[in-house]
């Protein structure tokens, strides 16, 4: 029923760009927090940005100046804007959604961007 389908993610060179989408359903997008985390080859999780059901985003240091992260409730969709991008950003990204009073959310399946010349 509660579904989050990525897309966007692919191969681009060093300093290009790249718009990363979430397409969910099954629950009441408008009111829950979303974020992106992303995962490198042998690397732990990390959360790269998210967007509170108000609309306030913050972002990791690395990707603050670069990343854009919005979200369209008509839509029920959340966006990553990436731009020049850099190797180190080679990862699969995954969305999250989680209500602010729940203990946890629901994950996507993740979409690869490599960043690669």
């Known amino acids: 029923q509660v579904q989050l389908v990525e897309s966007g993610g692919g191969l681009v060179q060093p300093g290009g760009s790249l718009r990363l989408s979430c397409a969910t359903s099954?629950?009441?997008?408008?009111?829950?927090?979303m974020r992106w985390y992303r995962q490198g080859p042998g690397k732990e999780r990390e959360l790269v940005a998210t967007?509170?059901?108000?609309?306030?985003?913050n972002y990791e240091d690395s990707v603050k100046t670069r990343f854009t992260i919005s979200r369209d409730n008509a839509k029920n969709t959340v966006y990553l804007q990436m731009n020049s991008l850099k190797p180190e950003d080679t990862a699969v990204y995954y969305c999250?959604?989680?209500?602010?009073?729940?203990?946890?959310?629901?994950w996507g399946q993740g979409t690869q961007v490599t960043v690669s010349s």
């Open positions: 999250y959604a989680r209500w602010a009073l729940a203990t946890s959310g629901h």
């Open positions: 099954g629950f009441t997008f408008s009111v829950y927090d």
């Open positions: 967007i509170t059901s108000g609309g306030e985003s």
